[in-house]
């Protein structure tokens, strides 16, 4: 027999007690005594039982894939994992491919039941002593926190912790840099203004990796301002503040009995740190604006089609209109973002939202319109009311009545070659009577079902016909007067809530090339589902009368017309002043 050997251990306290020698040398011992051929002994040796992917074990599950052993021999499961699913996991896979799976300490292998019972217990309890392992890793790493013996969290910029004196300490570097920003802002410069010259200079932030490499990032207006509002640089630190969940801050905070105040040696005075929050408060009135732009519900669903920026909405003194961001935000702003001034012009109000709904009510209204020279014609609303595609069903009932025909002929076959045995002298009539019988059955519950399908098909196309009758006397009517009535009814954030419905992606605003100030709309892609239209266009669902007359007298509606397109379905939205079309 083929035997393999894997040894792991994470700690030195454990090299003292389950050192790998003495795993190595069990293994060694098990294949002379019992004659079995020591294939290859994997070691991950320093590497903790919670990581699924080590690489001697990877090594040892690939080879045992290509059967290169027939069993594997570890000291205790612990050192085979301790993540119970991945254990469970890896000794299952060894089973599945008839490997037996032995362990020393424990006495047993897989392939005994009492075995199966043992790794299912046995995996628990490892899983277990994991978890207490990292509630006493816990403890015992708050205790320290608690008695300020280490630190546990992001250092403010311009200090290092040093972890041997367990204090923290002033980087001669970082410190000079902050008290550089701090006499900029005092002076009157913006934090833009800090950026812009921190960039022209080249001069940034270090930042120590968990691998050692230095990462060198640009200070940001943002992180700029949250050192200015650190209570740290004036010599009080407040940690253990923030509740995380999953490494990532919750935005809630801890009780103050929990936070732990750490004493750093101050970079400047309480009083020159008053003064700091005096001027970013002074700045921040000085600074705010009212832009009232609620009743323009573009805002937010369009983009530029020169930069790819955002399409804002502006209301300067009453004037309103969109505009790109980076056309509307200042030269400063560009530099530190790197980017250039974008050329879109200003779009008023009115003619942006009139042209984005007359284009939306267009292609409901079901009419063909042309476009950059092309001529288009959005997919039947129809259809998407009906939640079905009657083209589809049509070939797939065609596929199948095909099909059952299909089999209905073998059925004939086989009967043609019963009867021609008739003649055999060799003939047993009860086997030929029973296989009449069979191909009778068969051939009877065939004829059934192609009836069935042929009805189906034929109900099909008699619903793609009176659909067809429906599109072309809609087409006929003012059904987009229809639209326009619910349109012009609906107040702005209802406007806002239908066309990000009804738009697939972003509307994206183009300027034309032999007249730059005129911007147009790239093709919009509507996307109609009953849910919708039921929401925000109640009045197109109120046709019922027209769909009667379209249809004819005698002539049957569409199966689930009438439920998909009764009156009063749906709720119609508040009434508002509308939008101009």
């Known amino acids: 027999m083929r035997v393999a050997g894997y040894i792991r251990v994470s700690s030195e306290e454990q090299k003292k007690n389950e050192s790998p020698k003495i795993q190595k040398e069990l293994i060694e011992n098990y294949c002379q005594l019992n004659n079995y051929e020591l294939i290859k002994i994997y070691d991950d040796c320093g590497l903790s039982g919670m990581i699924s992917n080590r690489p001697a074990l990877m090594q040892c599950l690939n080879d045992a894939q290509s059967h290169k052993f027939d069993e594997l021999c570890v000291y205790s499961i612990s050192r085979f994992g301790r993540d119970l699913s991945d254990t469970i996991s890896n000794i299952l896979l060894l089973k599945s491919l008839n490997i037996n799976f032995r362990s020393f300490k424990e006495e047993f292998n897989i392939f005994s039941p009492i075995g199966k019972v043992v790794i299912a217990l046995l995996a628990s309890f490892a899983d277990l002593e994991r978890e207490s392992m990292l509630a006493r890793m816990k403890d015992g790493r708050d205790s320290k926190r608690n008695k300020k013996e280490i630190f546990v969290g992001r250092v403010p910029f311009g200090y290092i912790w040093n972890k041997e004196t367990k204090k923290f300490e002033i980087s001669k570097k970082d410190s000079q840099l902050y008290l550089s920003l701090v006499e900029m802002y005092l002076s009157g410069k913006t934090l833009d203004d800090i950026c812009l010259y921190l960039r022209q ?37 407040i940690g253990n503040q923030h509740i995380y969940k999953n490494r990532q801050r919750t935005g809630e905070r801890k009780d103050e009995k929990e936070f732990i105040l750490y004493d750093l040696p101050a970079l400047i005075t309480k009083a020159k740190w008053d003064e700091i929050q005096e001027k970013r408060l002074f700045n921040k009135k000085k600074n705010k604006k009212i832009n009232n732009t609620f009743d323009m519900f573009l805002r937010d669903n369009c983009i530029c089609g020169n930069c790819g920026g955002k399409i804002i909405a502006v209301n300067n003194k009453g004037y309103k209109y969109y505009t790109c961001f980076w056309r509307h935000t200042s030269k400063k702003k560009c530099s530190i973002h790197n980017k250039e001034k974008c050329t879109m012009p200003l779009i008023p109000q009115s003619e942006l939202e009139s042209r984005v709904l007359s284009e939306i009510i267009e292609m409901l209204s079901l009419r063909r319109y042309k476009k950059d020279g092309k001529s288009y ?205």
């Open 201 to 237: 200079n080249k001069i940034f932030k270090e930042i120590v990796l968990k691998d050692g490499k230095i990462k060198k990032q640009y200070l940001t207006s943002s992180s700029i301002l949250s050192m200015f509002r650190n209570t740290a640089y004036y010599g009080v630190f």
């Open 377 to 581: 014609h959005e997919k039947p609303i129809l259809n998407h009311l009906l939640q079905l595609d009657i083209e589809k069903l049509i070939e797939n009932v065609s596929s199948e009545l095909f099909r059952l025909k299909t089999e209905a002929s073998k059925i004939s076959r086989k009967k043609e070659r019963l009867n021609q045995l008739l003649a055999d002298e060799d003939f047993d009539f009860s086997h030929f009577k029973l296989s009449y019988s069979e191909c009778n059955q068969e051939e009877k519950e065939i004829e059934n079902l192609i009836k069935l399908k042929s009805d189906e098909l034929n109900s099909q196309l008699q619903i793609s016909k009176n659909a067809q009758d429906v599109i072309e006397f809609l087409q006929k009517t003012n059904i987009e007067e229809i639209i326009k009535h619910d349109v012009k009814h609906m107040d702005s954030p209802t406007l806002k809530l239908f066309v990000e419905n009804i738009i697939k992606g972003k509307i994206v605003c183009i300027q034309l090339k032999l007249n730059p100030e005129i911007v147009v709309t790239r093709r919009l892609f509507l996307n109609l589902n009953p849910e919708c239209i039921q929401t925000f266009l109640p009045s197109i669902l109120n046709t019922d009368a027209l769909l009667s007359e379209a249809l004819g007298p005698g002539r049957p509606l569409l199966p689930g017309l009438s439920a998909a397109l009764s009156p009063g379905r749906g709720r119609p939205p508040a009434a508002g002043p509308g939008v101009g079309l």
